[in-house]
C-alpha cells in the first residue's frame, strides 16, 4: 500500500514525465546516461522505532517500515533501486546497500561520514542505484554507529526475466537473515564499549529473522521455522547481519549445497556446516530427502580469538517436514567446536566462482594491508573505568597499523569538493615496518602494541588493476576478520595461513571466487583482486562492528577516468549535512 501512494506522490511531482514507463524514469533520474535495462524500484523506507519483546523484556528498538529485521527490497538485475529513506527516529541514521556495486553511485553507498553525512532525526534522504550486472542474496544495514543491530533486510535480486538460475530451479526459497540481539540501546553500547577502552559484552542471543530460539529464557515460542514438503529442494538465502560474532550455521541430518556466495554463482559445493562472518551472504540448496521428523536448523558462535567472550547458546529454528507432529522429538543440529578454523578454511578453500570474469592476470598496483588488533597506552583519567583493555590499556584496530577515525564531514564530500583538512592521502601501501606479523607481533604490552591515528586514504587511479594482500597480525591475538569492501567485488586469488610469502604462495587464477567480503583466515592472509573502474570513496573495514569502532577500515580513492561513464556524477541535491 505504502509503496503505492509513494510511487503515486513521486509522479505527480515528476512534473509531466509519464511515470510508468522505466526509460522515461531513467531520463528524468540523475543519471541519465547510465543504461537501465530493466524496471524502476520505489521503496519508501521510514526509519522509527517499534515495541519488540525478546528474552523476557520488552522495549523499544529502531527499524525500518516497523518490521523487523526490516523489508526486503525485491529487484531484478539491471533494475534502477529508488529507495526514500525518511528519518522518524529520534538518531542519526543512513543505509548502506551492502554488496551492491553502485556504479557510478557512489553518494548513495550510505557510510555515514564516508560517502555521506547522517540523515538527522526529521530529515530524509533518497538513495539510487542500479543493479548493474548484479543479481542474488544482498542486505541493506544502517552504517552508523552500531545501529546495524536492528536496522537491517535483506535485499533478493532475481536474474532478468527468462534467465534461469545455474541449478534446478527450487521448489521454493527463504532468506534467513542472522542477527544478535542486545537487550539494550546499540548505539549507547557502543559508547559505553568505547569509554570503557575494554571489549564489547557478549550479545544476548543470536537470532534468526528475529527469533532467538528455544534454549533462551523467554523464547519457547519465539522461533523462525521452515515448511518443507519431503522430496522438495530448497533455495536458503543466508545473511549474516550481526554485529560482532562470526556464526556456525547447520541443519540436522541435511547437507547444504553453496551455490552462491556474496551474489555471485559458485560451483556447487556441499558442506554440512558453513560459516558466515558477518557482511556475508551464501545461496545454498537443501534438499528434503530425510525421514519426515522436525529438524532443528542452529546457528552458534565462530570465535577464533583467544580469551574472548562470547555467547555461547545456540540459536534454533525448525525444518519442520509436512506430515511431522507438532511436538514430535527433534533432531538436533551439532554445529561446529566454537573455534573450529579447520571447516572454515575448508570451506573457504572449496569456494570456487561459476564463470570468472573481469580476473586482472597482470597486476600495476601491488598493496600490503596488515589487520589486527591493538593496545593503546592508557591516556584516561579514572583508568579502572576507561582502560579496560588488556593489561590496561586501550583496546584499538587498525590496517597497515593506522587506526581510522571518522572525519567530521563525508570523505566524498570533501574530496568531491576539495576541502583540505579533513583527511591525508598517504595510507600506506604496504606496512612502515616489516617483521614476523603473525608470531613476532609485538605483544609486549604497553610499550609497542600501539597504532598511528588518523583519516588516511590511499588513492587509486581509474582503471589500475589491484593486489591486494590482507595479512592478520597476532597483536593481542590472532583472529578471523570478515574484510568488507564497498563499491567492487574482488577475486579472492589466494589464502592460507601464517605470513603470506610471494615465494610459495599458491594463487588460484582460473576460477576464484567473486565477493565482497573475506573471513581473513586466523593468522593467515588472502590475496584479492579486483580493478578500480568506479570512481570515489570506498570504505574498507572489518565488518565486526566494534574493530570498525576501534579503526579497522580505510578508504580509497578512486580518481575519475576520461570515458563517458568515469567520471563521478554530481551529488544529489538532497544529500544530508553534517
Ligand atoms: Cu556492510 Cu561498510 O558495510
Not at 519488540?52 to 523484556?57: A, G, P, R, S
Amino acid at each position: 500500500m505504502k509503496r503505492h501512494s509513494f510511487v503515486i506522490a513521486f509522479c505527480l511531482s515528476s512534473v509531466f514525465l509519464s511515470c510508468f514507463t522505466p526509460i522515461a524514469l531513467a531520463a528524468i533520474g540523475r543519471y541519465k546516461r547510465w543504461p537501465v535495462g530493466g524496471s524502476t524500484r520505489f521503496y519508501e523506507f521510514k526509519v522509527n522505532t517499534m515495541k519488540v519483546t525478546k528474552l523476557c523484556h520488552t522495549r523499544d528498538i529502531v527499524t525500518v517500515n516497523g518490521l523487523y529485521p526490516g523489508p526486503v527490497v525485491y529487484a531484478q538485475e539491471d533494475d534502477r533501486v529508488i529507495i526514500k529513506v525518511i528519518n522518524e527516529a529520534q538518531t542519526n541514521v543512513t543505509i548502506h546497500w551492502h554488496g551492491v556495486r553502485q556504479r557510478l553511485s557512489c553518494w548513495s553507498d550510505g557510510p555515514s561520514y564516508i560517502t555521506q553525512c547522517p540523515i538527522q532525526p526529521g530529515q530524509s534522504f533518497t538513495y539510487e542505484f542500479t543493479m548493474y550486472q548484479q543479481k542474488g542474496t544482498f542486505f541493506w544495514h544502517a552504517h552508523v554507529s552500531w545501529l546495524r543491530g536492528t536496522v537491517y533486510g535483506a535485499i533478493v535480486v532475481y536474474p532478468k526475466t527468462g534467465v534461469p538460475y545455474p541449478f534446478p530451479y527450487p521448489y521454493e526459497e527463504h532468506t534467513l537473515i542472522f542477527g544478535e540481539y542486545w537487550d539494550m540501546d546499540v548505539v549507547k553500547l557502543e559508547k559505553a564499549v568505547l569509554a570503557s577502552g575494554g571489549g564489547p559484552p557478549p550479545a544476548d542471543a543470536f537470532i534468526i529473522n528475529g527469533h532467538p530460539g528455544p534454549l533462551y529464557n523467554c523464547s519457547a515460542n519465539d522461533f523462525y521455522q521452515i515448511s518443507v514438503v519431503p522430496g522438495k529442494t530448497y533455495l536458503l538465502r543466508l545473511i549474516n547481519a550481526a554485529l560482532n560474532m562470526e556464526q556456525f550455521f547447520s541443519i540436522s541430518n541435511h547437507k547444504m549445497t553453496i551455490v552462491e556466495a556474496d551474489a555471485e554463482y559458485t560451483k556447487p559445493q556441499i558442506v554440512d556446516h558453513i560459516m558466515l562472518g558477518p557482511g556475508q551472504t551464501y545461496n545454498v540448496l537443501v534438499k528434503a530427502d530425510q525421514p519426515i521428523a522436525k529438524y532443528e536448523m542452529a546457528l552458534g558462535p565462530y570465535m577464533s580469538a583467544q580469551n574472548t567472550t562470547f555467547q555461547n547458546i545456540s540459536s534454533i529454528g525448525y525444518f519442520h517436514y509436512s506430515g511431522a507432529a507438532i511436538n514430535s522429538l527433534t533432531q538436533q543440529a551439532l554445529l561446529p567446536q566454537f573455534n573450529n578454523n579447520q571447516i572454515v578454511s575448508s570451506n573457504l578453500n572449496g569456494l570456487r566462482s561459476l564463470n570468472v570474469t573481469n580476473l586482472p592476470l597482470e597486476i600495476d598496483t601491488n598493496l600490503f594491508f596488515t589487520i589486527g588488533l591493538n593496545v593503546q597506552k592508557c591516556n584516561r583519567q579514572n583508568p579502572n573505568k576507561t582502560c579496560q583493555g588488556a593489561n590496561g590499556g586501550i583496546f584499538a584496530a587498525s590496517m597497515n597499523n593506522v587506526s581510522f577515525v571518522k572525519p567530521t564531514i563525508s570523505l566524498l564530500q570533501a574530496y568531491y569538493n576539495m576541502i583540505n583538512g579533513l583527511y591525508t592521502s598517504d595510507f600506506p601501501g604496504v606496512p612502515l615496518k616489516i617483521y614476523d606479523f603473525v608470531n613476532g607481533a609485538p605483544n609486549n604490552i604497553p610499550n609497542n602494541t600501539n597504532s598511528l591515528i588518523g583519516t588516511k586514504v590511499h588513492v587509486l587511479e581509474y582503471g589500475s588493476k589491484i593486489q591486494l594482500i590482507l595479512q592478520d597480525t597476532g597483536t593481542v591475538s590472532t583472529e578471523n576478520h570478515p574484510i568488507h569492501l564497498h563499491g567492487f567485488s574482488f577475486h579472492l586469488v589466494g589464502s592460507g595461513s601464517g605470513n603470506y610469502n610471494p615465494a610459495t604462495a599458491q594463487l588460484n587464477l582460473v576460477d576464484p571466487p567473486y565477493i565482497n567480503t573475506i573471513g581473513v583466515p586466523v593468522g593467515g592472509w588472502a590475496a584479492i583482486r579486483f580493478i578500480a573502474d568506479n570512481p570515489g570513496v570506498w570504505f574498507m573495514h572489518c565488518h565486526l562492528e566494534v574493530h570498525m569502532s576501534w579503526g579497522l577500515a580505510m578508504a580509497f580513492i578512486v580518481k575519475n577516468g576520461v570515458g563517458p561513464f568515469e567520471t563521478l556524477p554530481h551529488p544529489p541535491a538532497d544529500l544530508p549535512r553534517c
